[in-house]
């Protein structure tokens, strides 16, 4: 049997949390050999409702489960963490306005950047979920000076797999037949999925898809506000595509993709005329616990456009917390 890997999980009892622990106590992350001791943190006053999970965690009897630690001391559910799945965060509530939004999940991705710099292994996987994701991931990554950046990542996977499912929807194909979908930019209605290199059994995507005006006028926006059609459907936001989505992200960067392109929000260095380190939706594919970056892509003045949109709120929100993170 392998030696046990150390999973954090903030946001231990909230709700994508509620649908993600049990699959990766299953093995649904990190393969059915892998042992896993999970380490969960959320606030205080949610400590209790967090060790109800683990009743129901102990109640499945695992055997990959290898132990539980339950803390609200970042400090504590850091140590020699493996992976880091960052999902708590600060929710907007009425009348919060962005900027203080913003300044409320600095402080949270500061103490928890600093904290991962402190105890996590210096190979941690971090992966963050907890809107606005892309900014709180760079927060966490300028707090954490002696990790890689590159070990910093945020999830763009839901409107990946959003957008495929949208696809194979519109072409009759399956979602696995799909290849070579990117979403670029930002985890917010701004982001751009692009269709323009995509394949299904090796024929062009666009071609099949055959429709200009719905890949602009439906294709898009559906994929950009399916988190706001959600909420509207069901009254809460999703939850078990998320955590399917963050298990999809991991499971891959850990394993590997074999060829396969996938989204991951990750620092930039300066590809495709995106500024250094703002941590933007990009097509990856994953070796060895490693990513590495789909390079050279044609960008056509469509695109280009688009992907300064979403990097403009980017940079909105990188500016709104500079005073955080110098
Ligand atoms: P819930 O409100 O159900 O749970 C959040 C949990 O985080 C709560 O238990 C809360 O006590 C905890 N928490 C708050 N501050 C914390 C801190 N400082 N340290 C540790 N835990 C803390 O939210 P849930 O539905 O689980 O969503 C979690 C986050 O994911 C939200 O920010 C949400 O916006 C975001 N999402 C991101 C998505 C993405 O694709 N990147 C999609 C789904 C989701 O909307």
């Known amino acids: ?30 393969g059915k050999d892998q042992p896993v001791i999970l380490q969960l943190l959320d606030i205080t006053p ?5 060790r109800g999970v683990v ?6 009897a695992f055997p990959l489960l290898a132990g539980v630690v339950v803390t609200d001391d970042p400090n504590v559910a850091f140590r020699d963490a493996d992976y880091a799945l960052l999902v708590g965060a600060r929710p907007r509530s009425k009348g919060m306005e962005r900027k203080d939004l913003l300044e409320a999940n600095g ?55 959003r957008a495929l499912s949208q ?45 200009d005006a ?4 439906t294709f898009i926006p559906t994929v950009g506000k399916r988190g706001a059609a959600i ?28 060829g396969k392109w996938v989204t991951m929000g990750i620092p930039s260095t300066g590809a495709y005329d995106i500024p250094a380190d703002i941590v933007y939706g990009m097509p990856v594919t994953c070796k060895d616990g490693e990513y590495t970056l789909v390079e050279g892509l044609d960008i056509d003045a469509f695109s280009r456009e688009r992907m300064q949109a979403t990097l403009a709120e980017l940079q909105g929100e990188r500016d709104g917390v500079k005073h955080l993170v110098g």
Request: charged residues 20%; glycine residues 6%.
């Open 231 to 258: 909420i509207e459907a069901r009254g809460l936001s999703s939850a078990a595509s998320a955590a399917n989505a963050a298990l999809d992200h991991m499971r891959d960067w850990a394993l590997g993709t074999h």
């Open 167 to 211: 696809l194979a929807a519109k072409t009759g194909r399956t979602v696995d037949s799909i290849e070579k979908l990117v979403v670029w930019g930002n985890h917010s209605p701004t982001m751009y999925p692009d269709i323009r290199f995509a394949t299904s059994n090796g024929d062009a995507l666009p071609k099949l898809v055959n429709d």
């Open 1 to 30: 049997m392998k030696a046990p890997k150390r999973v954090a999980v903030t946001g231990a009892a909230g709700q994508i949390a509620y649908s993600l622990l049990f699959r990766i106590a299953n093995g649904d992350m990190l």
């Open 107 to 161: 402080a949270i991705f500061t103490v928890q950047g600093k904290a991962l710099n402190d105890h996590a292994s210096r190979d941690v996987k971090v992966l963050v979920v907890g809107n606005p994701a892309n900014t709180n991931a760079y927060i966490a990554m300028k707090s954490a000076p002696d990790l890689p950046k590159k070990n910093f990542t945020a999830m763009l996977r839901l409107d990946h797999n």
């Open 55 to 60: 009743m129901e965690l102990e109640d499945c």
């Open 214 to 217: 719905w890949v602009k006028d």
């Open 46 to 50: 949610a400590l209790p409702a967090v």
